[in-house]
């Protein structure tokens, strides 16, 4: 049976849930709960397993804290013996504005510090997902505005593209990293586009 890591970054611990770093556990618990699947709490990371079509899907939560994020993640591509190009991690963004997101192949870490140490340990051939999160923020206050919690406004505009993110998680396990690029980039522009998005697959 194939596998898959779909590894979801943020810091464990009450006082950073609903934070803006906190948006790639936010995508996994939202695909977690659709999928009727429940976290353990494990080595290195809160883990839960499903399968779709045949493929065995693993859903990691790190509980290294974001800068460490690297060794949770190594740690499970070893223990599973899952191939990196079936790799899939989804972080926040401040490049990005709210709502929109991008999926990539591989690349730079752009700054983040989880990606940052996962690309220490593993290099940086592997496919990521980036939820934008905005930057509306002064000068010198950007730690200040990642670990700052989302308000209702912020979450109504986000919705839609943590939703979107299942999809593209289902589809980058099922079709591919190169398929679902082409299918889902153009949907990441912004919150319109993915509201967009959303009522052409209702239609």
């Not at 730079?108 to 140490?117: E, I, K, P, Y």
């Not at 509306?136 to 700052?148: E, K, M, N, S």
Request: proline share 2%; charged share 20%.
């Amino acid at each position: 049976m194939e596998k898959y890591l779909i590894v979801g970054l943020g810091n464990v611990g009450s006082e950073y849930e609903q934070t803006r770093h906190n948006t790639g556990f936010m995508v996994l618990d939202a695909f977690a709960k659709a999928s009727n699947i429940v976290f353990e709490d494990k080595r290195y990371g809160f883990v839960a397993e499903t399968s779709l079509k045949g493929r065995k899907v693993i859903l990691l939560k790190p509980s290294t804290y974001m800068n460490l994020s690297g060794n949770a993640v190594r740690y499970w591509l070893n223990k599973e013996n899952i191939d990196q190009k079936n790799l899939l991690v989804i972080s926040d963004d401040v490049a990005l504005p709210l709502g929109a997101f991008r999926l990539k192949a591989n690349g730079s870490n752009g700054g983040h510090n989880g990606l940052g140490h996962i690309q220490q340990l593993i290099g940086q051939d592997y496919a990521r997902l980036r939820m934008g999160i905005g930057n509306d923020y002064p000068r010198g206050a950007q730690v200040d505005w990642v670990l700052g919690r989302y308000s209702e406004e912020d979450m109504q505009v986000l919705q839609p593209s943590i939703d979107m993110a299942g999809d593209i998680i289902r589809s980058f396990v099922l079709a591919g990293i190169n398929i679902t690029m082409n299918q889902f980039n153009k949907y990441g522009k912004g919150p319109q586009a993915v509201k967009a998005a959303g009522a052409e697959k209702k239609d």
